[in-house]
T-cell receptor, first 111, second 115 residues
Framework: AQKVTQAQTEISVVEKEDVTLDCVYETRDTTYYLFWYKQPPSGELVFLIRRNSFDEQNEISGRYSWNFQKSTSSFNFTITASQVVDSAVYFCGYAGNMLTFGGGTRLMVKP | GAGVSQSPRYKVAKRGQDVALRCDPISGHVSLFWYQQALGQGPEFLTYFQNEAQLDKSGLPSDRFFAERPEGSVSTLKIQRTQQEDSAVYLC?????????????FGPGTRLTVT
């Protein structure tokens, strides 16, 4: 069975700091997809990124960047110059036959 | 455009009562998923529909849980004889394509409290 681990349960930073959220997964599948979702206080999960297992290129979208390393089974997420609006719970997900989420990392960005 | 909607947003049930939770997916989305999210945890998969067919119900925790999507659009998750451990947020998601590996759009959830 697949397993997704987000070891950091809670991170607190001051606005404008960079922050990296870690995600490690376990699988025997050769083809799979990895996701990050954001869950703000309103509760609705917001899709951030989807990456397939054959594409290890890092991706940057504005202040967000993702580092996928198949060799270490990690898919880490970095927010550059964090803002208060980034405060939320972030979930890493693995999709094989179903979408499996990690336990989430609560990010608090203080002004 | 309209996103995924769920109703009710909040539901309080006495132990032993039956509840029905509704999900309206994005129009035209083939796949529909239900998840259960306990407080402080990540969402856990319950069941998956492709159109009206329930392709995977391996995540349903007991036979008290039942889901349907009779016309391939709106879905209902029913919980019979609710127990306190059923208290959680129930999330619905839909996807344009037919596999769980595609982007899923989530609704705001229904928070169920069993007293």
């Amino acid at each position: 069975a697949q397993k997704v681990t987000q070891a950091q349960t809670e991170i607190s930073v001051v606005e404008k700091e960079d922050v990296t959220l870690d995600c490690v997964y376990e699988t025997r599948d050769t083809t799979y997809y990895l996701f990050w979702y954001k869950q703000p206080p309103s509760g609705e999960l917001v899709f951030l990124i989807r990456r397939n297992s054959f594409d290890e290129q890092n991706e940057i979208s504005g202040r967000y960047s993702w580092n996928f390393q198949k060799s270490t089974s990690s898919f880490n997420f970095t927010i550059t110059a964090s803002q208060v609006v980034d405060s939320a719970v972030y979930f890493c997900g693995y999709a094989g036959n179903m979408l499996t989420f990690g336990g989430g990392t609560r990010l608090m960005v203080k002004p | 455009g309209a996103g995924v909607s769920q109703s009710p947003r909040y539901k309080v049930a006495k132990r032993g009562q039956d509840v029905a939770l509704r999900c309206d997916p994005i129009s035209g989305h083939v796949s529909l998923f239900w998840y259960q999210q306990a407080l402080g945890q990540g969402p856990e998969f319950l069941t998956y529909f492709q159109n009206e067919a329930q392709l995977d119900k391996s995540g349903l925790p007991s036979d008290r849980f039942f889901a349907e999507r009779p016309e391939g659009s709106v879905s209902t998750l029913k919980i019979q004889r609710t127990q306190q451990e059923d208290s959680a947020v129930y999330l619905c998601a839909s996807s344009l394509l037919s596999r769980p590996s595609y982007e899923q759009y989530f609704g705001p959830g229904t928070r169920l409290t069993v007293t």
